[in-house]
């Protein structure tokens, strides 16, 4: 359990970089995309791994999905 | 029957013991339940309303930003966006250490556990000092709520973030002088729900992260 914890971790900062690396390359579609799916797939990881939610009743997994579908959709749209 | 059906509801609120590979005393509860989400299900109410408030608050920042699609742009990269990085790393390292610290917990090792707690403390303050800096810098370059909608969202949301993230501070100090003090008498419920708090501070700032400072 702890080294899956670890290597959240370790793909959370790895995430982390790659975002801030390709927001670099501003202006096309896909960038602003792959910025949205970053963060979704962090925000997702956190919730599951660190809070232990993958453990929960689906209930509190559906919430915390469509949740940051919905944002993440959203803002795809809008933008 | 009646007597036999609160038997078993006790027995799944109850923390039961269990034998992990390591020999060790481990609690567990049957969070496959729906009443018992990690933490209680009081704690993810709140969680869900916080998520909620702040997503729309997110929504509106990505409707006036479609709108103001220039203003948005010019404002954005006004922002140090290595500072946000750094303190999105000081978010996710602390969340790491709180993760750590209720698996200390869970797994009996109060020293441990208290331990982890203390360094995330140390990752929330950093991000806190960090944020500081970033809005003093704001203030000396004139960078107000009133400059534009962009910046209103800005310090609106950051600066909303930024007292979650010191309430969720003074939760783990709790909690780390609880388990110091008081160590098989804490409640695993009550540390399990402060790491939530805790974690949920961590999900709102990975939303706010990449729409003030990256996406536009």
Known sequence: MKKIQLYTYGILIFLTLLTAFIASFQGSKIIIIAIIAIALTKFWLVAFQFMELKKAHPFWKFLIVIFAGLIGGITMILY | ???????????????????????????????????????????????????????????????????????????????????????????????????????????????????WFHFAVWGGFGFLVLKMFEYYQKLEAGLTMDSNSFFTFYWLLTAFHWIHVLVGMVILLIIRRNIVKKKAATLIEDVEAGAAFWHMCDLVWLLLYPMLYLLF
Do not use: C
């Open chain 2, 1 to 115: 029957m009646l007597e036999s059906e609160n038997k078993m509801e006790k027995k799944s609120f109850q923390e039961e013991a269990s034998i992990d590979s390591n020999n060790k005393l481990e609690t567990t509860i049957d969070y496959s339940k729906v009443a018992y989400p990690p933490g209680g299900v009081l704690i993810w109410i709140v969680i869900y309303l916080e998520l909620v408030t702040f997503g729309m608050a997110i929504l509106a920042l990505a409707y006036y930003g479609s709108q103001e699609r220039e203003l948005f742009h010019e404002s954005s990269m006004k922002l140090n966006r290595v500072i946000g990085t750094i303190n999105t790393i000081f978010l996710l390292t602390s969340g790491l250490f709180v993760a750590l610290g209720v698996h200390a917990f869970k797994a009996k090792n109060h020293l441990l556990a208290a331990r």
